[in-house]
């Protein structure tokens, strides 16, 4: 079957670094995404992992390893306006081509 | 600035009342998404287009759900009948597969759907 399991919540302060892990079981395997979703908005796309190791992009980068089935997103310097919800997703090579299978997000909380 | 464009942005209506959501995809991209999102059970897809061919819609149930692509600028979905447990957001993304593998899927602002 197709499990992907993140955290529900979490709490940083602002400045700090945050990890956000993702663990994830699927038939197949062709990409990593990870969504971040404000409040009453719309999932925004923050990064994607296809090949094992780190991507960086400025303040958050994404890590995987296709072996273990895990990634995870890591914030530094973290903001209050970092306070969201966290989608990791899995594009899943078999069965419909470019479909992606979300976790239920992480929500993250970042306070002064 | 391109953008997924869905309308309309809230809907209430009554349990039994067909209900209509479009989308406007991304100028150019010829794969489209409609996923709902609840709190239970977070983002889920219902349906997916490429090139306007419905390629899955089995996360959608069929007796009262149905989704089309008029033409490459327009999708629709619609409830008929709709049912409480219905409400949700209903999320439209697009994207393109030519854009190397990474086909990233761009999301619209989303349906508020409330049926009570």
């Known amino acids: 079957g197709q499990n992907i399991d993140q955290p529900t919540e979490m709490t940083a302060t602002e400045g700090a670094i945050v990890q956000i892990n993702c663990t994830y079981q699927t038939s197949g395997f062709n990409g990593l995404f990870w969504y971040q979703q404000h409040a009453g908005e719309a999932p925004t796309f923050l990064s994607y992992n296809v090949l094992d190791g780190l991507e960086e992009k400025g303040r958050f980068s994404s890590f995987l390893s296709r072996s273990k089935g895990y990634s995870y997103l890591l914030l530094k310097e973290l903001q209050m306006k970092d306070s969201a919800s966290y989608l990791c997703?899995?594009?899943?090579?078999?069965?419909?081509?470019?479909?992606?299978?979300f976790g239920k997000g992480t929500k993250l909380s970042v306070k002064p | 600035d391109a953008r997924v464009t869905q309308t309309p942005r809230h809907k209430v209506t009554e349990m039994g009342q067909e209900v209509t959501m479009r989308c406007q995809p991304i100028?150019?991209?010829?794969?489209v998404f409609w996923y709902r999102q609840t709190m239970m059970q977070g983002l889920e897809l219902l349906a997916y287009f490429r090139n306007r061919a419905p390629l899955d819609d089995s996360g959608m149930p069929k007796d009262r759900f149905s989704a089309e692509m008029p033409d490459a600028t327009l999708a629709t979905l619609k409830i008929q009948p709709s049912e409480p447990r219905d409400s949700a957001v209903y999320f439209c993304?697009?994207?393109?597969?030519?854009?190397?593998?990474?086909?990233?899927?761009?999301f619209g602002p989303g349906t508020r759907l409330t049926v009570l």
């Open positions: 100028l150019g991209h010829n794969t």
């Open positions: 997703a899995v594009r899943d090579s078999q069965g419909s081509q470019g479909n992606l299978i």
């Open positions: 993304a697009s994207g393109d597969p030519g854009q190397g593998n990474t086909d990233t899927q761009y």
